[in-house]
């Protein structure tokens, strides 16, 4: 599965990454393969987690890995005492461990041979691979802010557009209350209407009826009543 992880290194990325390479010095190994172990865990490639301790992490562990380095050495002090072969009866013969163990000579050229290790512990390729991952990264930042901005413009117009239908509604609620109330003035002009009429009717049908009583007087008779 290719390792595709670009985000931010964190603090325990850091952490994890310091712990390992200077778990590899003190053991004898490359930096490397530590940076391998660390690409493995954290779903990086060995290119990036070197570039990140060479840019980043190491001046950081200066002191840590002049002492992971010496323990590396007393590491290999110890591993050749206790392969040193038994001595002969004569003793002008000299195990070729002890003439070498501290001889200025061979520690010098470990030394430097440890330092072109380091140097030499990214190649070319790693380097190809990392830049190719950094912009494949920064394609992919440029496309999600293109989207983004893509997003926020449809966003713009959509506000746009429900400010626009808010401001339609607004307009035809007015109307309506209009037509409303224009429809309940009709209603009470009908209503009148009606009521006029009625009593039109009322007073062509019952005219009232009069009678002079015995003084002289106009008397209104009742309705029904004409005698």
């Known amino acids: ?26 053991e004898g190994s490359t930096q490397l393969n530590a940076f391998e172990e660390v690409g493995d865990c954290l779903n990086r490639t060995s290119a990036a987690c070197g570039f990140r301790w060479n840019a980043e992490v190491r001046n950081q562990y200066i002191s840590a890995i002049d002492l992971a380095k010496r323990q590396r050495k007393e590491r290999k002090r110890e591993l050749a005492k206790r392969s040193k072969p038994i001595p002969t009866t004569n003793h002008n013969v000299v195990s070729p461990s002890i003439e070498t163990e501290n001889h200025p000579l061979i520690m010098e050229e470990e030394e430097e041979k440890e330092i072109v290790e380091e140097n030499n512990s990214l190649t070319l390729n790693d380097v190809i691979n990392y830049l190719q991952s950094v912009q494949a990264n920064i394609l992919e930042q440029n496309q999600k802010a293109t989207n983004a901005e893509s997003l926020q413009q449809s966003n713009q117009q959509l506000q746009q557009h429900i400010i626009s239908l808010e401001q339609e509604l607004s307009v035809t609620k007015k109307k309506l209350k209009t037509v409303e109330d224009d429809y309940q003035t009709f209603i009470q002009i009908m209503e009148r209407a009606r009521k006029m009429t009625v009593l039109d009717e009322q007073h062509t049908n019952h005219s009232p009826a009069f009678k002079m009583d015995k003084n002289g007087n106009l008397e209104q008779l009742a309705h029904g009543n004409s005698n």
């Open 1 to 26: 599965m290719a390792k595709v992880r670009q985000d931010a290194w964190s603090h325990e990325d850091d952490l994890l990454l310091a712990e390992t390479v200077l778990r590899h010095i003190r």
